[in-house]
């Protein structure tokens, strides 16, 4: 499999940004496989991300970080560069809720998410004997309802001794602390049953139905501190009619949840989503 290195920008628009950097990587030998940008008109902002295969190039990601700097701070670039040699490493958090789980193990066994999972962590058992078929590590951490911070306490120290480098809630039934959302700023990612911003919080299906909508859908976001409100990544939707009841919203939701978790993990994985304030740019 060929390996590559993905620079990702983003800076103030102006004339100039892509022939330079294209002229850079050029002028290293680089062979740019993929590239793509978009300026934002109303904010003034420019966004890009390239791939560039390793093997043109004479130097290693460091260097070409190191050979890269004049040019990101001739344009004030907020900038990065990673290896495709180096696969991130990524806890999953669960509850009981299996589907989402289980899609994203299998597509991870299957070769569609390049990462290295190093382990779930969840607040029931269930999951367990699913887990380890994996050969991925579990840990059981109990969250007790009246106190729960000495339950995140052990998850954050888990995700620090694991040193992961993402954390996906796949339908993790807690709401993360205020400042474990902000010290993992920009690295989780969680699915909402629901097409937010509408029906945030607690049974959305349910709340779905009482209002007789006719789409229901999922979505793909950061988390932050502000309960179902961070950049979204991905969403999609699925028709209902007045015929069907909740639980069938939940099964179709299910369908729907897993998909969108999926893609939104694979673009974050590959370098292709940008946060911008409370809004994302998708290269996907």
Request: proline content about 5%; glycine content about 6%; some cysteine.
């Amino acid at each position: 499999m060929s390996r590559y290195y993905r620079l990702v920008v983003s800076c103030p628009d102006q004339v100039g940004i892509v022939a330079r950097v294209a002229n850079f990587i050029a002028q290293q030998g680089g062979s740019i496989t993929e590239a793509s940008q978009h300026s934002d008109l109303e904010t003034g902002r420019f966004f890009m991300r390239y791939e560039i295969l390793a093997d043109s190039l004479a130097m290693g990601p460091d260097a070409f970080s190191e050979a890269f700097r004049p040019v990101a701070d001739d344009f004030q670039m907020d900038w990065a560069v990673t290896d495709t040699g180096k696969l991130p490493k990524v806890v999953i958090m669960v509850s009981k809720e299996s589907h989402c789980l289980v899609d994203l193990l299998y597509r991870w066994q299957g070769g569609e998410l390049a990462c290295d999972i190093v382990g779930v962590l969840s607040n029931h058992d269930d999951m367990r004997s699913l887990t380890e078929w994996y050969g991925i590590p579990y840990q059981h951490i109990p969250v007790n309802p009246d106190d729960k911070q000495p339950a995140f306490d052990a998850v954050e120290a888990q995700i620090e001794a694991l040193q992961a480098d993402c954390v996906i809630l796949a339908r993790y039934m807690q709401i993360l602390p205020p400042a474990l959302c902000q010290r993992l700023s920009g690295r989780v990612i969680n699915i909402h049953h629901s097409f937010l911003p509408s029906f945030a919080g607690a049974k959305p299906y349910h709340q779905a139905y009482q209002r007789g909508v006719k789409l229901i859908g999922a979505t793909c976001h950061y988390v932050t501190e502000e309960l179902d409100a961070g950049p979204i990544i991905e969403q999609d939707i699925h028709r209902v009619t007045h015929c069907h009841t909740p639980k069938d919203l939940v099964r179709f939701g299910r369908d729907v949840e897993k998909s969108v978790l999926a893609r939104g993990v694979r673009w974050h994985l590959e370098d292709r989503v940008i946060i911008h304030g409370n809004k994302t740019v998708v290269f996907n």
